[in-house]
Structure formats: C-alpha cells, structure tokens
C-alpha cells in the first residue's frame, strides 16, 4: 500500500458508501476506489465548553434542589419559634419592631428577649406579661398597662410612658433613660438597680408608694426617694441631662462644702 494513499484524519463519525474501505481511530485506509465521507470532530474548545455546561447545570439543579428544601425547613422553624415565643422558648424570634399593636390586648404572655422598637402601644393590655431582657427602645406606650408584668433587665430607652400603669410591676436593672414617665402609675413598681434620669427620678419620687407584692420591695426605696447620696448621681448613660457640675460632689456622693456650690439653686 502506498504512503500516500493513507490519510490520517480526526473523526467523530465515519459515513461509508462502499465496504472496500475501512476507518480505524481516525486512520482512513481507503481500499480500490470507494467512496468514503469521514465527518471532521469539532474543535477541543467546542468539547470542554460543552463539557463545562454540562456540569454548571447540573450543579445549579441540585442549588436549586437543596435551597428549595431548606426553605422549607427553615420556614416551618420560624413558625414553630413564633409559636413558642422563639428558640427553647427565650423569645429570641418574637418581633414586634415597627409594630402597630394599639390598643390590642396581650395579657400573660411571654414576651422574653422579644423586639418592640419603636412599635406603637399606645392603650394596649400587657398586664402580667414577662418581658425579661426585651427590647422597647423607642416604643410608644401611652396609657399602656404593665400592670404585674415582669420587666426586668429590658431596655426601655427613650420611650413614651406617659400615663402608662406600672401597678405592682417588677423593673429591677431596667434601663429608662430619656424615657417620659409622666403621669406613670408607679404604686408597688420596684425600681430597684433601674436606670433613671435623675429629673425624672425626682419626678416620679413626688408619688412613688407601695410595695412590690413580688420583690416585697418599697417604691420609694426602689427609686432612692429622700436618699440625698443615691439621687445625687444622675443617669450614667445620659451625663449632659443629669450629671452634676464636675467636683460638686465629693467622693462619697455627698454635695461637697469647699466646691461653695451646696446651696445654689
């Protein structure tokens, strides 16, 4: 066989129109004079990108697949905390932020480390309900009742309470700064540990009475009432509104006589 009569040729499909010639791993080996049509293999690069598209799609499928069944298992645990009040029953998925809950009634419920920001109470009911370590920064409770609720350790900051009921309420460790408590009902609330303006402090020390039927806590001790040395000390966390002039005070707490500002108004 001659050299020249072989053709060495890639190929992805072999058409024969005549069996006198046969096609091996791309060798064609023609054979007297038939007549053979080889189709030419595409280019490498054509094959790999097919190849790529190939695996690309089937790893979006199974995303697809796999985001579509957590989305349904992390929907039916959302559903399952807010029923519970949030995870092992802490409140951590009860939100409420932004909430319109005007005059709605809540009473008894757990309400632990749940989220109020800014959400609208005004004339709402939450007698006896807990709300330990929860959040009501900027929340409008006007004329709200927490009557016998439990607020401990929540944050409270720069909310509206006027006229609202805290009758027989436990508020120890509380934090109310820039909170408006005017016109409060406060008889039996403990106050214990709270953080408190101290205008607002002196506001609320006018009426303050009761004791907390829970803590078996004075009102008026819970606020500091008639004690010179606690009240002197404003809010911590709000200097500008109620600290005092610097030095005024001595170590002790006490107004300090060589400062010759004791008796200012």
């Known amino acids: 066989m001659a050299l020249n009569s072989i053709s060495l040729l890639p190929i992805k499909s072999v058409s024969i129109s005549s069996?006198?010639?046969?096609?091996?791993?791309?060798?064609?080996?023609?054979?007297?004079?038939?007549?053979?049509?080889?189709?030419?293999?595409?280019?490498?690069?054509?094959?790999?990108?097919?190849?790529?598209?190939?695996?690309?799609?089937?790893?979006?499928?199974?995303?697809?697949?796999?985001?579509?069944?957590?989305?349904?298992?992390?929907?039916?645990?959302?559903?399952?905390?807010?029923?519970?009040?949030?995870?092992?029953?802490?409140?951590?998925?009860?939100?409420?932020?932004?909430?319109?809950?005007?005059?709605?009634?809540?009473?008894?419920?757990?309400?632990?480390?749940?989220?109020?920001?800014?959400?609208?109470?005004?004339?709402?009911?939450?007698?006896?309900?807990?709300?330990?370590?929860?959040?009501?920064?900027?929340?409008?409770?006007?004329?709200?009742?927490?009557?016998?609720?439990d607020l401990s350790d929540t944050l409270m900051d720069r909310m509206v309470l006027n006229e609202a009921n805290f009758t027989n309420a436990v508020l120890v460790r509380s934090v109310l700064t820039r909170s408006d408590l005017g016109g409060a009902i406060i008889e039996g609330a403990d106050f214990s540990d709270a953080v408190i303006d101290l205008p607002q402090k002196q506001a609320l020390c006018k009426y303050a009475s009761g004791t907390n039927p829970v803590t078996g806590v004075s009102t008026r001790k819970s606020l500091g009432c008639g004690n010179s040395r606690r009240n002197a000390y404003g809010s911590p966390s709000s200097p500008l509104l109620s600290a005092p002039p610097q030095k005024l005070l001595d170590r002790d707490g006490f107004c300090d006589p060589a400062t010759g500002l004791c008796d200012a108004s």
């Open 19 to 149: 069996s006198s010639s046969t096609c091996y791993y791309g060798v064609v080996i023609p054979q007297k004079s038939s007549k053979i049509v080889c189709q030419l293999e595409k280019s490498n690069t054509n094959t790999e990108t097919k190849k790529w598209k190939a695996i690309v799609s089937t790893a979006l499928a199974a995303a697809v697949i796999t985001f579509s069944s957590n989305m349904t298992a992390i929907a039916d645990l959302n559903k399952f905390e807010a029923e519970t009040r949030g995870e092992f029953g802490i409140g951590s998925a009860a939100q409420f932020g932004s909430a319109d809950l005007k005059k709605t009634v809540h009473t008894n419920e757990n309400f632990r480390r749940a989220n109020f920001t800014s959400a609208d109470m005004r004339e709402s009911d939450f007698s006896g309900s807990t709300f330990n370590g929860a959040y009501l920064e900027k929340a409008v409770a006007y004329k709200a009742n927490f009557s016998g609720a």
